[in-house]
């Protein structure tokens, strides 16, 4: 009787092991892929490459260092010609759309999906995103 118990709890892992392997995803930064691709992409282009001079490249790694911290403040309040403007790109001040329909952890999602494609330093926190969009102008 023990031998039929094991057999049958072996064969209910098995099955298990079958369903969960069919779904997930070893793409560790799935959903911010998903979000990049969604609200980002249009513009910047799939691997990030930009479009011509119209909307700039993400690929630059030391232009996006020395304003990583404004990162989250650019995605969620966009980049807007005014005399109160206070982020500039290499291509001057350029109009970005504010996406206020995302949230920290989505902005949080999408910022380590790009960082984990190109830029490569230090990942995001959440709790560091929240800071910085709790103090956006």
């Not at 709890?9 to 069919?22: A, D, E």
């Not at 992409?41 to 790694?61: F, M, R, T």
């Amino acid at each position: 009787i023990s031998n039929y118990y094991n057999m049958r709890w072996v064969g209910i892992n098995v099955i298990f092991l079958i369903i969960i392997s069919c779904t997930y995803s070893t793409e560790q930064f799935k959903e911010g892929k998903r979000l990049f691709d969604v609200h980002c992409s249009g513009c910047h282009g799939h691997g990030a490459e930009g479009l011509n001079q119209l909307y700039p490249a993400l690929k630059d790694v030391p232009f996006i260092s020395s304003i990583k911290n404004q990162l989250p403040c650019i995605i969620r309040k966009g980049i807007h010609n005014a005399e109160t403007f206070t982020y500039k790109t290499r291509h001057g001040d350029m109009e970005m759309p504010e996406n206020n329909i995302l949230n920290a952890i989505q902005i949080c999602n999408i910022l380590n999906y790009a960082n984990s494609q190109w830029w490569h330093s230090e990942p995001y926190a959440l709790k560091d995103i929240e800071l910085i969009l709790e103090n956006c102008k």
